[in-house]
C-alpha cells in the first residue's frame, strides 16, 4: 500500500477513535488522542519506531481514571503527516513535539515513553526543562555497541534513499498471519487482535514504514548518551525479561547512567510488554507518577 494512510478508510479500526483529533501545526498534521478529564495531573505518551498511538490503547482509558492523557502519532508515523525527513532527528523530533504541545496548551506532568519514544522524553526534559517524572517502558536508550553504532544507522539511512525498499518490507511483513510472526519474532509479545490489526495495516504501508526507516537513520543514541547524566527528573525504567528487542542487559546499563533513575524488570513479557499486559503497565506508571507529583505538589 503506498501513499498515505486515510483516516476514513484504515483508520476505521484504530481504537478509541471516538477521542482522535487532527491538530495542525504549521505545515504538519498532527493524529493524537486524549483522554481523561480536565484538571488532573496530565500525562504525555510516546509511542517507538514504528508505531502509533493505537499501542496504548489499552494503558489510555485506565490512566484516563487519574489522569489527562495525551498520546500522539509520531511524526511521519500512522496518521500524522506533513514533517519533512529532516525532522526526523532526536532533536529535531523533541522540538515538533514541544511545538504541538505549545499549540494545544498541554503542559505534561509526567512522560512515559516505550522503546524510542523513552529517549524523546529525556530529551525533552533536556532541551525543553521538563521537569516531572519520566518512565521509560522497554526504554531504546543505549546505542549499538562498538561498530555496530555506526553500522547500523549508516544501513538504515541506506534503505531510506531507496524507493523501493519501504514497499518490499512492507509488502513482506504486512499481510495475513505473517505480521503476527513478524511482531513476535521482533518483540516475544503476543498481543491482541485488535493490536495486530493497526500493525499489520502499518506495515502495509510504505509511508509509515519509510517514516520508521527514517527516524532509525537519524536516531543520535550516542550523544543522548553523554548527557545522560545531566538528567535530574525521577525516571522510572520498567523492562521486560523476555524482551527480543532491547535485552534487559542493557536496560541496567542504561540505568546506571541516570543518576535519578530506578530499574524494575517485568517478568515473562516482551517488548510490548504494556499491550500484553496493560493493567500492569498502567498500574506501575500510575504509581510512580502519582507518587512523584505529589513530592511537587
Given at each position: 500500500m503506498s501513499?498515505a494512510l486515510?483516516?476514513e478508510?484504515?483508520?476505521?479500526?484504530?481504537?478509541?477513535?471516538?477521542n482522535?483529533?487532527?491538530?495542525?501545526?504549521?505545515r504538519?498534521n498532527?493524529?493524537?488522542?486524549?483522554m481523561g478529564?480536565?484538571?488532573?495531573?496530565r500525562?504525555?505518551?510516546?509511542?517507538?519506531?514504528?508505531?502509533?498511538?493505537?499501542?496504548w490503547?489499552g494503558v489510555?482509558p485506565?490512566?484516563?481514571h487519574?489522569?489527562?492523557?495525551?498520546?500522539?502519532?509520531?511524526?511521519?508515523?500512522?496518521?500524522?503527516?506533513?514533517?519533512?525527513p529532516?525532522?526526523?532527528?532526536?532533536?529535531q523530533?523533541?522540538?515538533a513535539?514541544?511545538?504541538l504541545?505549545?499549540?494545544?496548551?498541554?503542559?505534561?506532568d509526567?512522560?512515559v515513553?516505550?522503546?524510542?519514544?523513552?529517549?524523546?522524553?529525556?530529551?525533552?526534559?533536556?532541551?525543553?526543562g521538563?521537569?516531572?517524572?519520566?518512565?521509560?517502558?522497554?526504554a531504546?536508550?543505549?546505542?549499538?555497541?562498538?561498530?555496530?553504532?555506526?553500522?547500523?544507522?549508516?544501513?538504515?539511512?541506506?534503505?531510506?534513499?531507496?524507493p523501493?525498499v519501504?514497499?518490499?518490507?512492507?509488502?513482506?511483513?504486512g499481510?495475513?498471519?505473517?505480521?503476527?510472526?513478524f511482531?513476535?519474532?521482533s518483540?516475544?509479545?503476543?498481543?491482541?487482535?485488535a493490536?495486530?490489526a493497526?500493525?499489520?495495516t502499518?506495515?502495509?504501508?510504505?509511508?509509515?514504514?519509510?517514516?520508521?526507516?527514517?527516524?532509525m537513520a537519524?536516531?543520535?543514541?550516542?550523544?543522548?548518551?553523554?548527557?545522560?547524566?545531566?538528567?535530574?527528573n525521577p525516571?522510572?525504567l520498567l523492562?521486560?525479561?523476555?524482551?527480543?528487542?532491547i535485552?534487559?542487559?542493557?536496560a541496567?546499563?542504561?540505568?546506571?547512567?541516570?543518576p535519578?533513575?530506578?530499574?524494575e524488570?517485568?517478568?515473562?513479557?516482551?517488548?510490548l510488554?504494556?499491550?500484553?499486559?496493560?493493567e500492569?503497565?498502567?498500574?506501575?506508571?500510575a504509581?510512580?507518577?502519582?507518587?512523584?507529583?505529589?513530592?511537587?505538589?
Amino acid at each position: 500500500m503506498s501513499g498515505a494512510l486515510n483516516w476514513e478508510r484504515e483508520g476505521r479500526i484504530w481504537p478509541h477513535r471516538e477521542n482522535s483529533a487532527f491538530v495542525p501545526v504549521g505545515r504538519a498534521n498532527w493524529h493524537i488522542q486524549r483522554m481523561g478529564e480536565a484538571g488532573k495531573p496530565r500525562l504525555l505518551l510516546l509511542h517507538g519506531t514504528g508505531a502509533s498511538v493505537h499501542s496504548w490503547r489499552g494503558v489510555m482509558p485506565l490512566l484516563a481514571h487519574d489522569f489527562d492523557v495525551l498520546a500522539p502519532d509520531l511524526p511521519r508515523h500512522a496518521f500524522t503527516t506533513g514533517h519533512p525527513p529532516t525532522d526526523m532527528s532526536l532533536p529535531q523530533m523533541a522540538s515538533a513535539i514541544a511545538q504541538l504541545l505549545a499549540e494545544t496548551g498541554f503542559a505534561p506532568d509526567g512522560i512515559v515513553g516505550h522503546s524510542a519514544g523513552a529517549a524523546l522524553a529525556l530529551q525533552l526534559a533536556l532541551d525543553y526543562g521538563f521537569s516531572g517524572p519520566v518512565i521509560g517502558l522497554n526504554a531504546a536508550l543505549r546505542p549499538f555497541p562498538g561498530p555496530a553504532a555506526q553500522v547500523f544507522p549508516a544501513l538504515a539511512k541506506l534503505l531510506f534513499v531507496n524507493p523501493l525498499v519501504p514497499r518490499i518490507f512492507s509488502a513482506a511483513a504486512g499481510f495475513g498471519s505473517e505480521a503476527e510472526r513478524f511482531i513476535y519474532r521482533s518483540t516475544h509479545s503476543r498481543i491482541d487482535a485488535a493490536g495486530l490489526a493497526c500493525y499489520s495495516t502499518l506495515l502495509r504501508n510504505s509511508n509509515h514504514t519509510k517514516g520508521a526507516l527514517a527516524m532509525m537513520a537519524n536516531w543520535d543514541l550516542p550523544t543522548l548518551r553523554t548527557r545522560m547524566h545531566e538528567v535530574t527528573n525521577p525516571v522510572l525504567l520498567l523492562h521486560s525479561d523476555k524482551d527480543a528487542a532491547i535485552p534487559l542487559d542493557w536496560a541496567k546499563e542504561a540505568h546506571e547512567w541516570l543518576p535519578t533513575s530506578r530499574l524494575e524488570s517485568l517478568p515473562e513479557l516482551g517488548h510490548l510488554a504494556h499491550e500484553e499486559a496493560p493493567e500492569q503497565a498502567a498500574k506501575l506508571i500510575a504509581a510512580f507518577a502519582a507518587a512523584h507529583l505529589e513530592k511537587t505538589a
